[in-house]
């Protein structure tokens, strides 16, 4: 029987490649282009370099790219100054690092913007090209840090969402059968996939029960023929295709059907595949490996809650 081990590193050979990181990305504020200027030429090899010549400029901005590991803005700028923008970009983006310049002393408003929360820093005019690298690189250093504990917290939040109701179903599905499609729904809405299929196995054969459960109706791959889920039964072992159309092995299996990205996961028990669990997506999907050990988890969970659900059933 293959391992957690060896089942994540069949998945990491299929689905990941050593890419190279992108560049944080970076919003500089500032009506006198010339500042603006300065500023990308200082931290465009290290940053993705976003540029805005007022606030309400800015804000479109992050509208159209999202969150920014660090906003530098001026102060004192037209239509709105530098507090009164970043303030505005805290309900959205709580973990993004905003740095003040001021080439004038501000003080309440400066106090004010720090204390609460809505400032990293302030940097005074004209700036230390030094100091400023400084800061940045400590603002850029706490942002990745913010964002993997909040990325943290999630995912141990959806873990704890998904076993809870795999244990639940166990719990509460008056059959075998009946439990099938609240699984399915609950992995489709945990991994944001477009549909999943759960469906049984006996003796290395897939049978007829199952549970489907589709986002807005999307249609759904059937795993009879799909040479992943024959895969998955004979290796025991997860089986990810994260951009089918890419796939010259794959491409001619799903050439009738909407689905771009396909996992599908054994649930084994001492031994035995006792079912099936597919993901799909009609867009190219790449998971983390996190998301792909919550997933091998789980899938052992629900094989635990089958064998309870076969032999008890609630009074």
């Known amino acids: ?31 006198e282009p010339d500042n603006l ?46 507090t009164e923008f970043l303030s505005k970009t805290v309900p959205q983006f709580p973990n993004t690092m905003r740095i003040i310049l001021t080439g004038f002393t501000d003080v309440e408003d400066l106090v004010e913007a720090i204390n609460s929360g809505q400032v990293y820093k302030y940097i005074t005019k004209p700036w ?22 909040t990325e943290e917290l999630i995912r141990a939040q959806a873990q704890n969402n998904l076993i809870s109701t795999i244990v639940g179903v166990a719990q509460d599905s ?10 399915a729904i609950a992995f489709e809405e945990n991994f944001d996939a477009d549909g999943c299929v759960v469906q049984l196995v006996e003796g290395k054969a897939l ?34 295709a ?13 050439t009738a059907s909407v689905i771009q990205a396909h996992l599908v996961v054994p649930s084994t028990y001492r031994g035995e595949v006792l079912a099936l669990i597919s993901l799909q997506w009609q867009q190219p999907c790449k998971l983390r490996d996190d998301e792909l050990k919550l997933i091998h988890l789980s899938a052992q969970q629900v094989a635990l809650a089958l064998t309870c659900t076969r032999f008890y059933r609630p009074v």
């Open 128 to 149: 230390d090209p030094n100091e400023l690298k400084a800061v940045v690189q400590r603002a850029a250093e706490t942002y990745e840090l913010l964002k993997q504990r």
């Open 37 to 82: 200027d300065l500023l990308y030429r200082t931290f465009r090899r290290d940053f993705n370099v976003l540029r805005a010549e007022s606030g309400v400029l800015a804000l479109e901005v992050l509208a159209a790219e999202g969150e920014v590991a660090v906003i530098i803005s001026d102060q004192r700028m037209p239509e709105m100054k530098g």
């Open 174 to 183: 008056p059959s075998l059968e009946a439990c099938l499609q609240p699984i």
């Open 207 to 240: 049978i007829a029960t199952q549970g489907v459960y589709s986002h807005a109706d999307a249609p759904v791959a059937e795993l009879a023929q799909d040479p992943l889920a024959k895969e998955a039964i004979d290796t025991q072992t997860l089986q990810v």
């Open 1 to 31: 029987m293959s391992n957690a081990a060896s089942d994540l590193d069949s998945v990491s050979r299929q689905s990941t490649s050593r890419e190279r990181p992108q560049k944080p990305k970076m919003l500089v504020v500032d009506d």
């Open 242 to 254: 994260s951009n089918i159309p890419t796939d010259s092995n794959l491409v001619e299996h799903y």
